[in-house]
């Protein structure tokens, strides 16, 4: 049986990896993934990510976390906003700030996925994916 919502499942992932205070997480390798991951890395919430097989065979997305020290880590928190059941767009203008610019918002736009950031310097709306501070 498939997965509703993957994206969801991996930011599960990510947030409880990161509150144990893993090296590293393994989650369902997709396109959207991929694209949710090279935005993390750029913003510097992840150490990396590589596409990696498991024991079965089947690729799977591995991102690295990583932490300033032994007491705090970069992710504080990670939220999905636009779900299967409920769809959250935004219009270029509309675009909100998460925590007053201190956090990133990923949106799916039609030039990719990107931060609330280039989507508003590119002047382009979407559905926004997730909040990450």
Same mark, same amino acid.
């Given at each position: 049986m498939g997965m509703t919502d993957p994206i969801a499942d991996m930011l599960t992932r990510l947030r409880n990896a990161n509150r144990v205070r893993f090296k590293s997480v393994d989650v369902i390798l997709s396109?959207?993934?991929?694209? =949710?991951? #090279? %935005? +993390?890395?750029?913003? $510097?919430?992840?150490?990396?990510?590589?596409?990696k097989k498991n024991e079965r065979g089947c690729d799977v997305l591995r991102i690295?976390?990583?932490?300033?020290?032994?007491?705090?880590?970069?992710i504080t928190d990670i939220q999905r906003v636009s779900k299967p059941g409920r769809r959250v767009y935004v219009g270029s203008?509309? =675009?909100? #700030? %998460? +925590?007053?610019?201190? $956090?990133?918002?990923?949106?799916?736009?039609?030039?990719g996925v990107i931060t609330d950031k280039e989507a508003r310097e590119l002047k382009v709306g979407g559905e926004i994916i997730c909040n990450v501070w």
């Open positions: 396109q959207v993934n991929l694209n =949710i991951a #090279k %935005v +993390l890395k750029k913003t $510097g919430y992840i150490g990396g990510y590589d596409v690295y976390l990583k932490y300033p020290d032994t007491k705090s880590a970069i203008n509309d =675009i909100p #700030k %998460v +925590l007053n610019g201190y $956090g990133v918002a990923v949106i799916s736009t039609s030039k």
